[in-house]
């Protein structure tokens, strides 16, 4: 199974380990040749080659399921996904043993949101191969994402008793302890996943959430940032980070990441509000004033939601200083 960077990261994963024909043929058996070279031509993602020579062996073998499977997995890398799922079906109804197609058919219900399905055909893989990681994470993972942690733990740790550095089994773990609050298990298994070369934004992000909530501020700062180095643009991150220091009361930093999300995308009204109360309360009226101004043009409401969240945040700081 292969995977592309355009499709998810469970498609990715679900699609990494791919049964090729990679022994060299004799020229006189055109069938082997064309399955070795489509097979060559698969691991270097020369789709458009691969898939002519596997549409040849399919003219000399209609049931040959390499062929039939792994044109499921060209038409997926393209996101042809309809397409991937007939050729897989195809190849299932050929060979129900295979734990390769068994995951790549769980990866298309998952994409369709048809989770229960998609656990079926996991499962189905996992039971034909119990040291199958691709299918152990898929599995898991899919646990998790439907509410029951308690079974998708088991599949993951397994698999990481398998393969201990991949970082992507140490990251979903790391997801699936905090659905359920564990952030000191969250954040173990996402530091874990960043020491075995997890390198991605979503994955610093989420290091910082669990960070923050077991309340190492500066940690989860740090975090934030280094997601941000991978993808400034990304919404999600920068409104937390600047929750984060309107909290610290660095209000005039906040106000320059809401003001980074307003660039991005100026519909994003909960950051225009809390752009217009950092303002405030960082003493720039002129500014929180402007802000205020184009709310209430907008919708009068959300000109009243900044008013309320400026009365709250000094009531805040107030009842802090108190204490």
């Excluded at 458009?48 to 062929?67: F, G």
């Excluded at 180095?229 to 984060?244: C, D, G, K």
Aim: hydrophobic content about 40%; some cysteine; overall charge neutral.
């Amino acid at each position: 199974m292969i995977g592309m960077k355009t499709i998810c990261s469970r498609i990715v994963l679900s699609l990494m380990i791919v049964s090729v024909c990679a022994a060299t043929a004799p020229a006189s058996d055109s069938l082997q040749v064309y399955l070795v070279k489509a097979g060559r031509a698969l691991n270097k993602s020369d789709w458009r080659k691969a898939q002519e020579n596997y549409s040849h062996v399919l003219r000399l073998d209609s049931t040959n399921v390499e062929a039939i499977r792994n044109l499921g997995v060209i038409a997926s890398a393209n996101g042809r996904q309809e397409l991937a799922k007939v050729y897989f079906e195809r190849a299932y109804r050929l060979d129900p043993n295979d734990p390769d197609i068994c995951n790549n058919l769980g990866v298309i219900y998952d994409n369709e949101g048809n989770q229960t399905r998609a656990i079926e055909f996991f499962h189905k893989a996992v039971s034909l191969d119990s040291n199958d990681i691709v299918g152990l994470v898929n599995l898991g993972n899919a646990y998790s994402r439907q509410g029951q942690p308690g079974k998708g733990l088991p599949m993951l740790h397994r698999a990481r008793e398998l393969k201990p550095d991949d970082w992507s089994t140490l990251y979903y773990l790391g997801n699936c302890y905090s659905s359920i609050g564990n952030f000191d298990s969250a954040s173990h298994y996402y530091s874990k996943s960043v020491e075995a070369d997890g390198n991605t934004a979503r994955l610093y992000y989420l290091l910082g959430v669990a960070k923050e909530r077991l309340k190492m501020f500066d940690e989860a700062e740090s975090n934030y940032k280094l997601a941000l180095e991978r993808s400034p643009n990304q919404v999600e991150v920068l409104q937390r980070m600047a929750v984060l220091l309107s909290f610290q009361t660095r209000y005039g930093e906040a106000a320059e990441l809401y003001h980074r999300i307003v660039d991005i995308d100026s519909t994003v009204y909960p950051a225009w509000i809390s752009l217009g109360t950092t303002y405030y309360m960082s003493r720039q009226f002129a500014r929180s004033d402007t802000v205020l101004y184009h709310l209430f043009q907008i919708d009068s409401t959300l000109g009243f939601q900044m008013t309320e969240l400026i009365q709250k945040e000094i009531a805040r700081l107030k009842a802090g200083q108190k204490k």
